[in-house]
């Protein structure tokens, strides 16, 4: 089973370090969903009701993606990774997510989060993900629960 870790990190850079050392505890590639426009501090500001992450959540606003991950019919478990914004993932994530055939994948996601739970968060990302023979969804801060999880699942 080939095995694929895809995460979006925001400006912390949190998920992006317990992805890369997830991806390297379980032998898995690596794959960082970039927007074409990054994100700056100022469009991360949800205090701000004008911020972009605020209008592209209110508007349900797809969020353009750079790139693709080669080979993508290789791989049959796909964790994704996202800080969770109002309770699911960034719509950058659901935006990569409608480009590509999930049929038969197995899916887990992980979310870090400085005070949100993980909520309903498979829930929201499923019609993004269609056709995934398994959903799951953690909420995580710790590298090590993540490793553990991922051994589980072999």
């Not at 979006?8 to 426009?37: C, Q």
């Not at 508007?59 to 699911?88: A, C, L, M, S, T």
């Not at 935006?95 to 899916?107: E, N, P, R």
């Amino acid at each position: 089973m080939k095995t694929i870790v895809i995460y979006f990190s925001a400006e912390t850079g949190r998920t992006a370090g317990l992805a890369a050392d997830f991806a390297k505890s379980i032998g898995a590639d690596l794959y960082e969903i970039l927007p074409e426009n990054p994100y700056t501090k100022k469009d991360l500001n949800y205090m701000n009701p004008l911020a972009r992450c605020n209008k592209e959540f209110a508007g349900r606003k797809d969020v353009p993606v750079k790139g693709q991950v080669e080979n993508w019919e290789e791989y049959d478990r796909v964790f994704i990774g996202f800080p969770i914004w109002y309770g699911h993932a960034p719509n950058v994530v659901s935006t990569f997510c409608k480009g590509y055939d999930w049929s038969g994948k197995q899916v887990y996601a992980f979310a870090t989060s400085g005070g949100s739970k993980i909520g309903k968060t498979a829930e929201k990302l499923a019609p993004y993900v269609q056709g995934a023979a398994v959903l799951d969804a953690r909420l995580t801060q710790d590298a090590d629960a993540l490793k553990k999880w991922g051994q589980e699942l072999r």
